[in-house]
């Protein structure tokens, strides 16, 4: 899986200043990931992708309830320094693999543009990190462990607590949907085959994991 991308010349006559291009990514990604992919557009990649890993990692210490085992200055370090580690590995592997399964679709995409499509994709999740510091302000830990009592800080803390977490459930279907957009753009692909793709790298970890319970269950 090594970045297989070939030195060329811009071919889009579309130009975006940094500025535009986080800005139009929310009203006209298309034209973002046509620009990006097009002029090999790499300068926030890496860091892109950190803050990527970090968001995930948080989603999943909230979903794993860390906070019943861990204190808060814990959970964030543990977040911060490994999300962003292996977030970034874990965002590369995925965009090889949606290259290999693409070129089953005749997909044009390889793997460097289309790590770069997935950064910028992450835009609106990453944007939701902000949401966490007010969740975090009203209710400390307890935002990571099973149970959290959100009406126990008054009227105030309740709408807070309801209003993020709306925000961030629109913010996470904005970026599946450009994350879909981007994918069409890059591999040149329809909506429907973009699902696939987004797919197939899924099922090609699942499927040899599912086999293997299968047989031992059968085996038993």
Request: proline letters at 3%.
């Given at each position: ?13 579309i ?31 890496t ?8 968001t ?12 019943d ?23 590369y ?9 693409g070129?089953?679709l ?18 609106p ?40 977490t ?6 996470n ?36 994991i ?11």
């Amino acid at each position: 899986m090594i970045l297989d991308e070939n030195i060329q010349e811009p071919q889009t006559d579309i130009k975006l200043s940094d500025k535009e291009t986080f800005i139009k990514i929310w009203t006209s990604p298309r034209e973002v990931f046509k620009y990006i992919n097009e002029n090999y557009y790499d300068k926030y990649v890496t860091i892109l992708l950190v803050l990527a890993g970090i968001t995930k990692s948080l989603d999943k210490a909230s979903t794993k309830n860390m906070g019943d085992d861990l204190p808060l200055i814990a959970v964030l370090a543990i977040c911060i320094l490994l999300g962003g580690l292996l977030g970034w590995m874990s965002y590369y592997i995925y965009a090889a693999l949606m290259s290999w399964t693409g070129k089953w679709l005749n997909g044009q995409g390889n793997t460097s543009s289309l790590l770069r499509m997935t950064a910028h994709a992450m835009i609106p999740s990453i944007v939701a990190l902000i949401l966490l510091i007010p969740q975090i302000a009203l209710f400390g830990n307890d935002i990571f462990r099973s149970e959290i009592n959100i009406y126990g800080n008054g009227l105030l803390s309740t709408i807070v607590f309801y209003a993020t977490t709306f925000l961030k459930v629109i913010l996470n279907i904005w970026t599946l949907v450009i994350f879909i957009i981007g994918i069409s753009e890059v591999q040149k692909f329809s909506i429907g085959k973009s699902i696939l793709n987004m797919i197939l790298p899924g099922l090609i970890i699942l499927g040899p994991i599912i086999l293997i319970v299968l047989i031992i269950q059968g085996i038993k």
